[in-house]
């Protein structure tokens, strides 16, 4: 038997919570607080079977939707910070604090951000009959005929609807919002023609534009999106600087241990990393990979909640 030195005993005493904290690693729920298909699902069913054989314990998906993710989100929010429950977002989280009323959970409070994924622009698209073109094209139309151009949008409340109030406030015209419960039934409509335009994620409107049965006319990055590139910014459209994206993110309920949010985090970070899933994110949907940690997260989603706020309290958007 090998003789015990005070320095094994001092490694093995070092080694043990280790090894007793990987072996006791939870059941891990991923709750996305939509519906199956959306684009925050897409990512998190792409990431679970990696992300499961990383951490060495079952990872299971539950879609929870209902009022704009609040449900969800609230469900992680008021679970214990035990390392089990994680929470996908997308940008709406931001805007909920102010279009939804009495949340129960505090946005910056009650949940500790884990990883900033990424970010991708909005797209203002129209059916190839429209004869909008250009941004420019939509603006003349609508200055022409106030309260007549109207665009549908995921949801009353939504990013792209408070960034097109934004956009309509610094244009000076006035646009018909037509909300939709979600981008399928609003593309449906938009591909067939019942609204002028349609804001949406490079996520939900790449796939159309690339069958061309909708027409790109602007997007909102501060850059052209790779995949889009004979697509204008707004900002190279007469408004420099306008921006407005979709993105994504990780949080967990507040006072999740940090070891835990560090690994939970870093091997996220190297399943969002395989070729397959970064190829599919970034050249399929044209996400900018952020991969950054809690601060970074912490800092973009105060940001959003300060430019998304103000625009919803200036023109009284509620959410649905």
């Given at each position: 038997m090998q003789a015990l030195t005070r320095r094994s005993l001092v490694l093995g005493?070092?080694?043990?919570?280790?090894?007793?904290?990987?072996?006791?690693?939870?059941?891990?729920?991923?709750?996305?607080?939509?519906?199956?298909?959306?684009?925050?699902?897409?990512?998190?069913?792409?990431?679970?079977?990696?992300?499961?054989?990383?951490?060495g314990t079952t990872v299971i998906i539950e879609n929870r939707p209902g009022a704009s993710g609040s449900i969800g989100t609230a469900s992680v929010a008021k679970s214990p910070p035990d390392g089990s429950s994680w929470l996908f977002v997308f940008d709406n989280h931001a805007a909920n604090p102010f279009v939804l009323g009495n949340l129960p959970f505090d946005t910056e409070k009650d949940l500790d951000p884990v990883l900033f994924i990424?970010?991708?622009?909005?797209?203002l698209a129209t059916n190839p009959s429209k004869p909008f073109k250009s941004l420019a094209d939509v603006l003349a139309a609508a200055r022409a005929k106030p309260d007549t151009v109207s665009y549908g949008s995921v949801g009353s409340g939504s990013v792209g609807h408070l960034a097109m109030s934004l956009l309509s406030k610094q244009a000076g015209v006035r646009l018909v919002h037509v909300p939709y419960r979600g981008g399928g039934p609003a593309m449906n409509d938009a591909i067939a023609g019942h609204v002028d335009l349609l804001v949406g994620s490079t996520a939900l409107v790449i796939p159309q534009i690339q069958a061309n049965t909708i027409r790109g006319v602007a997007q909102t990055g501060k850059a052209r999106s790779a995949a889009?590139?004979?697509?204008?910014?707004?900002?190279?459209?007469?408004?420099?600087?306008?921006?407005?994206?979709?993105?994504?993110?990780?949080?967990?309920?507040?006072?999740?241990?940090?070891?835990?949010?560090?690994?939970?985090?870093?091997?996220?970070?190297?399943?969002?990393?395989?070729?397959?899933?970064?190829?599919?994110?970034?050249?399929?949907?044209?996400?900018?990979?952020?991969?950054?940690?809690?601060?970074?997260?912490?800092?973009?989603?105060?940001?959003?909640?300060?430019?998304?706020g103000a625009v919803a309290r200036e023109f009284d958007i509620k959410g649905e």
């Open positions: 005493a070092m080694a043990a919570p280790v090894a007793a904290y990987a072996q006791a690693w939870p059941t891990v729920r991923l709750v996305v607080p939509y519906p199956p298909a959306g684009s925050t699902d897409v990512i998190a069913r792409m990431v679970q079977p990696e992300l499961q054989r990383r951490l990424g970010t991708a622009p909005y797209v889009l590139g004979t697509i204008p910014t707004v900002s190279e459209s007469g408004f420099p600087d306008f921006e407005a994206y979709a993105w994504w993110g990780v949080f967990a309920p507040a006072g999740t241990p940090g070891e835990m949010v560090a690994r939970f985090s870093a091997e996220l970070t190297a399943t969002l990393r395989e070729p397959r899933i970064a190829t599919q994110l970034t050249e399929g949907q044209q996400v900018t990979m952020a991969l950054s940690g809690p601060q970074e997260l912490r800092s973009f989603l105060a940001g959003q909640m300060k430019t998304w």
